[in-house]
């Protein structure tokens, strides 16, 4: 049976395999795909939606906002016995934008985590001017990894320079959760975590924002 979300990292760093390999339980296919960038061409002829994950910056929570953008996808299409969605994990790396821009030939959008830190806005900004903007697709930026406790003084200084720069931004925000770090070495995706208050929040990020993005169904 075809799943109906495929996950693909061309990440060299490889820390979704390794993530995904831990998963006993993995909720859509998945391959690996840096030393063979080419075999991304089949995407085209799938007729899936094909989103990728970029920023590179590393350490903004790309591999994070795969996996569980398409566990949470995964489980709302689930019984699908066709392929819809395909989530592209990127190299948080410009000595690897050729593997990005290999991806960008067969996306249809961009997601572009960013978190609540000044440190990660030049980069930010340089991966969408100098990358996905003169590709042609559409994107939005996400703010990943908030922390409620630390205030919202860096969450607004951050979605007003989105908002400044013209960016298409979410209205969902993904907070930063120790469940969410403890994942990859427990080898879970969102919709696996225990059923508590904490875990149910963490998963109501994220398929927040898959609705939002409208990765519910094939159009």
Excluded: C
Aim: glycine share 8%.
């Amino acid at each position: 049976m075809t799943a109906a979300v495929y996950v693909v990292s061309i990440d060299p760093q490889a820390s979704t395999v390794w993530w995904a390999n831990r998963i006993t339980d993995l909720p859509f296919d998945f391959s690996q795909e840096h030393e063979t960038p080419e075999n991304l061409k089949i995407l085209k002829d799938t007729g899936a939606k094909v989103h990728v994950i970029a920023n590179q910056k590393g350490g903004v929570g790309k591999t994070t906002t795969t996996l569980n953008l398409g566990a949470v996808v995964a489980d709302v299409l689930k019984g699908t016995e066709s392929l819809l969605h395909v989530f592209i994990d990127t190299p948080g790396s410009l000595q690897d934008e050729n593997l990005l821009l290999e991806a960008l030939k067969y996306a249809h959008d961009v997601i572009v985590p960013v978190p609540p830190e000044g440190l990660a806005f030049d980069p930010t900004a340089r991966t969408i001017q100098k990358v996905i903007e003169p590709s042609g697709l559409p994107f939005t930026v996400v703010v990943n990894n908030w922390d409620p406790r630390d205030g919202t003084a860096d969450l607004v200084d951050t979605e007003q320079y989105i908002d400044a720069q013209g960016w298409p931004r979410a209205r969902t925000v993904i907070r930063r959760y120790k469940v969410h770090t403890r994942a990859s070495v427990e080898g879970k995706v969102v919709t696996q975590y225990p059923k508590n208050r904490v875990a149910m929040e963490a998963r109501e990020d994220f398929f927040r924002l898959a609705i939002e993005l409208g990765y519910g169904g094939g159009a």
